[in-house]
């Protein structure tokens, strides 16, 4: 019997990216969270690099996967804030750029494009996005109905005995309720990314390297991990939420009865079983990303496969009496960013980097560490010289914001030691030393002895604002707005 030929490995690394949804940066054991218990990721990041100062710059889910793929800053997408039914029609796209190079490319998961299943460079796509409410309108095309397009929905049908329309047992898309998930755990749609994630690895294209991203809905809400590991959580006691000097605590009490306010949950035990439950989630996850490690090794190809775990936001979990995102606080902003490069730099030392940086850096970084040039127009910086300990990242700060249709559309320039906050249809200002203060919990925007450096910060966010449609900056100086709104509803236009 003839002896089979086996294709050689290909002399390029593979790349696995790996995402969630509504992650916050402090939600992991290596980043000493005192609750949250997360052992596979905390791997990774001991055997490459953590960066403890990462963050997403326009913190909701759109413009932060916008940001991610195409390296560009918001306001060089145009996506200034969250809006459902835009076309993605950017020039360079991270998954396009890899196939371009001749990787094999997949997304198993989460993708929130649009139009819905908008390839955007991928080859293959299982798609589930969790509920996003716009695709269920009678009015939008039967084609972009979620029912219609989503693989997990279709999935979940063929294996349960009633209609479901919905990745939920209950609990609404931004409420925080906990449910337990009511299914077998095999069906919950955090199992299923990871199924087909693994499925895609075992019958990939061996003669090329590939380029996958397994992107989990969760932790975002519906809380509904399996009730195995909201036990973990429920009996415990819990850290407390963080509250600041400045809370605003009447707006909780006024609208705290709510599930899915933004002002959070007044009721105490509510408050405890929607902690217990994102931490739940976020333990579930980490164990399904412990399924893909395990499918590497099996396969032989782990220490040839750079690991990326990555967020595009965070979540406030009652943090200063708020809920979700799109807040310029650390809860909602920051994000973890791992990075294990393989065989080539495992690291018997965890290396830990306080650089800021931002979900624009990830684009650049991966094509640099597979010998993939970055397209010109690409905004982020590479990580590799910080990854391999070369050279640190030529950075001082972050500036982000988020347009929103009422007083919660702000700006805010962050450094790794402090941050300045201006809230742009109020002129409200805050700032934070980061430093003394991690969980923001002190404003000292009106102490005498800070005011040289909030002029310092309040001068950089006036230089990124120069220029902006919606004239943030009148005569070299900040200018309170209500055209954000406008910009929401036509969004601005990418720029180069």
Not at 95 to 112: I, N, R, V
Not at 318 to 342: C, M, N, Q
Request: glycine share 6%.
């Amino acid at each position: 019997m003839p002896q089979l030929e086996i294709p050689s490995k290909p002399n390029r690394p593979n790349v696995l990216l790996v995402m969630c949804d509504q992650f916050r940066g402090d939600c992991l054991g290596f980043a000493s969270h005192p609750d949250v218990k997360t052992p596979n990721l905390d791997t990774i990041a001991a055997q490459g690099t953590f960066f403890e100062n990462a963050y997403s710059a326009c913190p909701t889910c759109v413009p932060a996967r916008a940001t991610l793929f195409t390296g560009k800053t918001p306001a060089h997408t145009g996506r200034v804030g969250y809006r459902d039914g835009v076309t993605w029609d950017f020039p360079h796209m991270m998954p396009q750029e890899f196939k371009d190079s001749g990787y094999q490319t997949a997304c198993l998961g989460k993708l929130h494009v649009h139009p819905p299943r908008l390839a955007c460079g991928f080859e293959t796509l299982r798609l589930h996005d969790g509920y996003l409410g716009c695709f269920q309108n009678s009015d939008v095309p039967h084609w972009m109905h979620q029912d219609v397009h989503d693989d997990y929905l279709r999935f979940l049908r063929e294996h349960v005995d009633h209609p479901v329309w919905v990745d939920s047992t209950g609990p609404e898309c931004n409420s925080w309720v906990y449910h337990p998930w009511n299914y077998d755990e095999s069906l919950h749609p955090t199992n299923w990314v990871t199924d087909e994630t693994i499925r895609f690895l075992e019958t990939r294209d061996r003669t090329r390297p590939f380029f996958c991203m397994a992107s989990y809905v969760r932790p975002h809400p519906p809380l509904d991990a399996p009730r195995s590991y909201f036990d973990l959580y429920n009996e415990r006691e819990l850290r407390e939420p963080a509250h600041g000097d400045w809370d605003d605590d009447e707006a909780r009490e006024r609208d705290g009865w709510v599930t899915n306010s933004v002002h959070g949950c007044r009721d105490a035990t509510l408050r405890h079983e929607a902690m217990a439950g994102y931490y739940a989630c976020i333990t579930h996850v980490d164990h399904q990303i412990g399924r893909l490690i395990t499918a590497l090794k099996r396969d032989g190809s782990f220490n040839d496969t750079i690991i990326l775990f990555v967020a595009d936001h965070g979540e406030m979990l009652f943090d200063h009496a708020s809920f979700r995102k799109l807040l310029p606080y650390e809860g909602s902003t920051r994000v973890p960013l791992i990075v294990r490069v393989g065989k080539n730099v495992a690291r018997t030392v965890p290396h830990r980097s306080d650089s800021v940086v931002e979900l624009m850096d990830v684009m650049p970084t991966l094509l640099d560490l597979c010998g993939v040039s970055a397209p010109k127009d690409v905004d982020g910086l590479s990580l590799v010289g910080e990854i391999l300990g070369e050279r640190p990242i030529e950075r001082a700060y972050v500036h982000g914001g988020h347009a929103f249709t009422y007083e919660q559309s702000n700006q805010w320039i962050v450094t790794p030691h402090d941050k300045y906050v201006w809230f742009s249809q109020s002129g409200v200002e805050r700032y934070f030393d980061l430093d003394t203060d991690p969980r923001e919990e002190h404003d000292l925007i009106a102490d005498p002895a800070r005011q040289e450096r909030i002029a310092e910060l309040r001068a950089l966010l006036v230089h990124e604002l120069e220029g902006r449609e919606e004239g943030f900056v009148r005569d070299g100086k900040l200018h309170v707005v209500d055209r954000v709104t406008e910009v929401l509803e036509h969004p601005m236009a990418p720029r180069a």
